[in-house]
């Protein structure tokens, strides 16, 4: 299953994370409180965030050469998630500034077990502008977006279609009001990752082969289902064979768990980069779920990404 997906060569990077970065505003609490309750909990200092900026973090950490394209406040937050992007070495070379205009922010309320909820408030307009687009996707060997704005992402597909690039997306809960708007998201995507709690909510059912399987059939090429503490499952088809398609599982790793923010999008980061530096679709999964067991030992989504040497270390010991 090495041959899923056909990279395009020659490219200046391996990844095109799409999306806007954002502003992580955390609050450490005992429990999140109920609607109408108030808890007594404390602040941390901001990180930089973003579901698709940390993921292009993870990916270039692990040595896959990242370009982003995206906005950012022409304010000093904005500065800051600059200095972050350039601090993982990822590429800034698309991402335009926007005065006036106030960063994309996360309140993420984090519990003493780690586990979270949040609240996010994008920037307003327009992420997409074709023409810096197209010039981005023609440097690139595979696109990586959130698709919140489903005309606009069918348009990113239709550019990714044009230019030969697949497509990986990550889908939650909060962008699909039931099966006919994820089966049209699953139409237009190569590569989809989602959790299982967002798995859960739109089939109505656990995670299993067969259903799996039944969403393969509406188009990706390959469905990975995040299960935190169990480790992900997978299942993938292979191009022009019409066998059943192949389901694999992947324990986690034992981890002290601080903080869950960000370990969905560094297992996705490591995914995405053990696919594009040619390791099998097995290989891929372990390799990600040692990201993700990694990811959750310190508190921000990216104060604990990590790198090559300790993914391996903790497969060797493993």
């Known amino acids: 299953m090495r041959d899923l997906f ?4 020659g490219r200046r990077f391996d990844l095109l994370a799409f999306g806007d970065p ?8 005992e429990r999140a409180p109920a609607a109408d309750q108030k808890v007594l909990g404390r602040r941390l200092p901001p990180f930089a965030g973003g579901t698709v900026a940390n993921v292009a973090c993870a990916a270039s950490l692990l040595g896959r050469p990242t370009l982003a394209y995206g906005r950012i406040a022409g304010d000093a937050e904005g500065a800051f998630l600059s200095r972050e992007y350039e601090r993982f070495g990822v590429v800034l070379d698309y991402v335009r500034v926007v005065h006036g205009a106030t960063s994309p922010t996360a309140l993420i309320i984090i519990e003493a077990s780690g586990e979270k909820a949040l609240v996010y408030s994008p920037m307003p307009g327009p992420t997409l502008h074709e023409e810096t687009f197209a010039a981005a996707l023609a440097q690139c060997r595979l696109l990586y977006a959130m698709p919140y704005d489903l005309p606009e992402f069918e348009r990113l597909h239709q550019l990714a279609r044009e ?6 997306i990550d889908i939650e809960a909060a962008m699909v009001a039931g099966r006919d708007e994820l ?3 699953l139409s237009m995507a190569d590569l989809v990752f989602m959790n299982d709690s967002t798995y859960r909510t739109v089939i109505g059912a656990e995670p299993d082969a067969a259903g799996m399987a039944a969403l393969l059939a509406r188009g990706p090429r390959m469905l990975v289902v995040t299960r935190g503490a169990r480790g992900a499952m997978l299942s993938a088809r292979d191009p022009g064979q019409a066998s059943a398609p192949r389901a694999m599982m992947q324990q986690a790793f034992p981890a002290r768990v601080v903080d869950a923010t960000g370990a969905g999008d560094s297992f996705n980061g490591a995914f995405l980069a053990a696919l594009l530096e040619g390791q099998a679709a097995a290989e891929a999964l372990r390799y990600a779920c040692a990201a993700g067991s990694i990811a959750v030992t310190a ?6 990404l990590p790198t090559r040497a300790q993914i391996q270390s903790l497969l060797d010991h493993a």
């Not at 056909?6 to 060569?9: A, E, K």
């Not at 230019?163 to 990986?168: D, E, T």
């Open 6 to 9: 056909s990279f395009p060569g």
């Open 183 to 185: 089966h049209r998201l």
């Open 163 to 168: 230019a030969g690039v697949p497509l990986a």
């Open 22 to 29: 954002n502003i992580d505003l955390l609050f450490k609490v």
């Open 299 to 304: 508190t921000g989504a990216r104060s604990a």
